[in-house]
Nanobody, 114 residues
Framework: QVQLVESGGGLVQAGGSLRLSCAAS????????MGWYRQAPGQQRELVAR???????DYADSVRGRFTISRDNANNTVHLQMNSLKPEDTAVYYC????????WGQGTQVTVSS
């Protein structure tokens, strides 16, 4: 069993930045791929960024160049640095740990005002 705890969401103006964090309760984190997803009202959940245990990353086209995913294995934590935020980035953001049955965080709201 793995518990994921997210933090860092909030309200920000367009062009601003936020840093999301997701901490895992067990050190299985260090050998697991992690991802950030988001879901806007009326839309399907979509992959935003993903990072493997070895540090390789993938990004959605809509966020590439603006968002950066990173991991801190010593603290069992994954981060999503979000810069140059746009109103269309408004969504609930979820972190995911890929291992056997995938584990999800509770979600954190990000709202970007125009």
């Amino acid at each position: 069993q793995v518990q994921l705890v997210e933090s860092g969401g909030g309200l920000v103006q367009a062009g601003g930045s936020l840093r999301l964090s997701c901490a895992a309760s067990r050190n299985i984190f260090s050998i697991s791929a992690m991802g950030w997803y988001r879901q806007a009202p009326g839309q399907q959940r979509e992959l935003v960024a993903r990072i493997t245990s070895g540090g390789s990353t993938d990004y959605a086209d809509s966020v590439r160049g603006r968002f950066t995913i990173s991991r801190d294995n010593a603290n069992n934590t994954v981060h999503l640095q979000m810069n140059s935020l746009k109103p269309e980035d408004t969504a609930v953001y979820y972190c995911k740990l890929f291992y056997r049955n995938d584990y999800w965080g509770q979600g954190t709201q990000v709202t970007v005002s125009s």
